[in-house]
């Protein structure tokens, strides 16, 4: 089957550009394996006309109406491979099935790496947070601890301290603040935690407390943390698209990858990362990817 646009990943900035290509009267094939990034999360927030809904309510919502577009299909799966043809690309999923297109949209997300710390995945996204504009309101002026370390603890505990000044950063091993860093959130009576971080004591994610290697605990009610990630495909890499410093797919300002007709858009470019940013990316890459086949065939 041939299409005029194959978008991998429907989530937010997948069906996002998929509506604007239904609505430019595309045919297009989102593939998508069904793993976003905030599924775990209880409410998603700080997105208009959805704030407090449930990630899935929102996809969902989505869902349902891109799907009203006729030239608009879905296909459930994992896409595992992509190449270049004479025409455009051919991408494979893991079913074996095979589907060609003349351009590509990537929009596929990251996935967070955590870290070997007890409870800590099961609490990622309930009570460990990575965004206090998706989920500091929720939590503010309540006990909260930083876990991070060096230059980003700092930034980041400045950034939580305006939700709450009941704040302790946890370093979890030797602090590498500076001592200006440290004089500084000593002033603000945020005290630096060095221990070893062996669990997190938790009800269903919902934290309680920090438990340390030295059988110590600390009681806080939500903890923000920033992990590690990697790409949630590496397709994109294997066809030639370029990563920035920080490993997100490198784009334009028209959500243009390095390799002419693949676009990328969403978490895998941005390490702004929200619903609405995605959905705004989406919606540009649909555009101009539809901009870009006016051109050819004009
Ligand atoms: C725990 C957590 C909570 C969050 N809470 C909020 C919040 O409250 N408010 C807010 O605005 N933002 C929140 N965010 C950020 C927000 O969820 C992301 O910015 C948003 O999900 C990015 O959308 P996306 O479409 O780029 O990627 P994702 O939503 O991660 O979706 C990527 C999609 O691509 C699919 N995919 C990947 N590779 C393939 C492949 N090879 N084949 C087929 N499909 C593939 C995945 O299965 C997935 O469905 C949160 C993030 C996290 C981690």
Known sequence: MSFDVIIVGGSYAGLSAAMA???????????????????????????????GDTPKQIIEAARQ??????????????????????????????TGDSFNTRKLIFATGITDVMPAIDGFAACWGISMLHCPYC????????????????DIAFEFTKLIHHWSSNLVLFTHGKSALTPDQTKNLAERNIAVVEKEITGIVHDKGYISAILFSDGSTHAVTALFARVAFH???????????????????????????TVPGIYAAGDNTTMFRSVAGAVAAGNKAGAMVNKELIDEDF
């Open 21 to 51: 290509l239904g609505r430019s009267l595309r045919n297009v094939l989102i593939i998508d394996s069904g793993m976003p990034c905030n599924r775990q999360t209880p409410h998603s927030h700080n997105f208009i006309t959805h704030d």
């Open 65 to 94: 109406q891109v799907l009203a577009y006729k030239t608009v299909g879905l296909h459930n799966g994992l896409a595992t491979r992509a190449t270049r043809t004479n025409t455009g690309f051919v991408v494979e999923t893991e």
């Open 135 to 150: 989920h500091g309101y929720e939590v503010r002026q309540q006990p909260l601890g930083i876990l991070a370390n060096g």
């Open 231 to 257: 790409q949630h495909t590496t397709i994109p890499i294997t066809l030639g698209c370029a990563l920035n410093e920080q490993g997100f797919i490198q784009v334009d300002d028209f959500q243009r990858t």
